[in-house]
């Protein structure tokens, strides 16, 4: 389910090394048969993510905390891949009669699409994305597009690139996240990270809805606020109810918002689950990115 080049990657070996960045610190993966896995947690103020400025507020202690967990190659270079915040990108589900085969036609085409509702340059922004065909519509094409201002992209690569990094995969937590999910009916997914609520619904593999709002401290009253619209939406636009809901970085209370929401609106809800441990709050896309290349 990772969007744009995934599939470019899986034709060469994956990067050796993934890591995913989110206000509260660094998760980091050395990518093998058993992945070994880590954590550095930050400071406050190391990161403000945002999609319209720069949200790398202490570049030298980012620098550090990726000596820590990965040091000097002694001049060697690494490809790795990088998992950004969801908030930091701007995410659109496009509709197309027909999409381009050539790939730089292709995003021109988004970018043309997308250019006025961007609050940055979109000609110089780096685009991400994932044309799903739509089912029993020939020639119809939705396309999952995430488009990062160059200059955010820019920097949150710097400190990468100067401890011997090549950052050649790009994209953002719930994105990387969804090659989780085993397709499975509707589905509405709320994952939890800090200040940032992200809600997707999915059509079994097809993505048909992205929300990624800014919160203030993640209450249940907040969650709902968006989730109760996105059910409306899944019931206005394809006609139903959702077969499941999953949750992902909720901490402790999960499992009594999970409780509540099964009984009040009759549907199962369960947490998001991989192989490689239980998602969090800071490592949904580091572990969906696992998936996709395992």
């Not at 093998?32 to 930050?42: D, E, L, R, T």
């Not at 967990?69 to 060697?76: E, V």
């Not at 043309?112 to 044309?131: G, H, N, Q």
């Amino acid at each position: 389910m990772a969007m744009g080049s995934l599939a470019n990657i899986l034709k060469d070996p994956p990067p050796a090394y993934a890591f995913e960045l989110s206000e509260s610190g660094i998760a980091f993966a050395k990518i093998g048969q058993v992945p070994q896995i880590n954590f550095q947690p930050f400071e406050e103020g190391v990161l403000s993510v945002s999609p319209v400025r720069d949200n790398i507020q202490k570049s030298e202690v980012l620098a550090e905390h990726i000596g820590a967990l990965a040091p000097s190659s002694g001049g060697r270079k690494r490809r790795a891949a990088l998992i950004l915040p969801d908030y930091c990108a701007r995410v659109a589900l496009l509709d197309f009669d027909s999409f381009p085969s050539v790939a730089e036609e292709q995003r021109a085409l988004i970018r043309f699409r997308m250019r006025k509702t961007l609050p940055f340059d979109v000609e110089s922004a780096v685009v991400s994305y994932y044309a799903q065909p739509r089912a029993g519509q020939t020639g119809k094409i939705e396309v999952l597009a995430a488009v990062l201002a160059s200059e955010i992209v820019l920097r949150y690569e710097g400190p990468f690139r100067a401890a011997g990094f090549i950052p050649g995969f790009v994209t953002t937590s719930a994105i990387a996240m969804l090659n989780m999910l085993d397709p499975d009916g509707v589905t509405l997914v709320v994952k939890l990270n800090g200040r940032t609520l992200t809600a997707v619904v999915l059509d079994g593999a097809v993505v048909k809805l992205l929300r990624c709002v800014e919160i203030t401290d993640g209450n249940q009253e907040e969650l709902e606020s968006v989730v109760l619209p996105t059910l409306a939406y899944i019931e206005d636009e394809l006609s139903t109810t959702p077969k499941r809901i999953l949750l992902c970085g909720l901490g402790l209370s999960g499992e009594r918002i999970a409780q509540g929401w099964a009984q009040e609106w009759s549907v199962p809800v369960d947490t998001v689950r991989s192989r490689y441990g239980a998602p969090g709050p800071t490592n949904a896309g580091l572990l969906g990115y696992l998936e996709s290349v395992a």
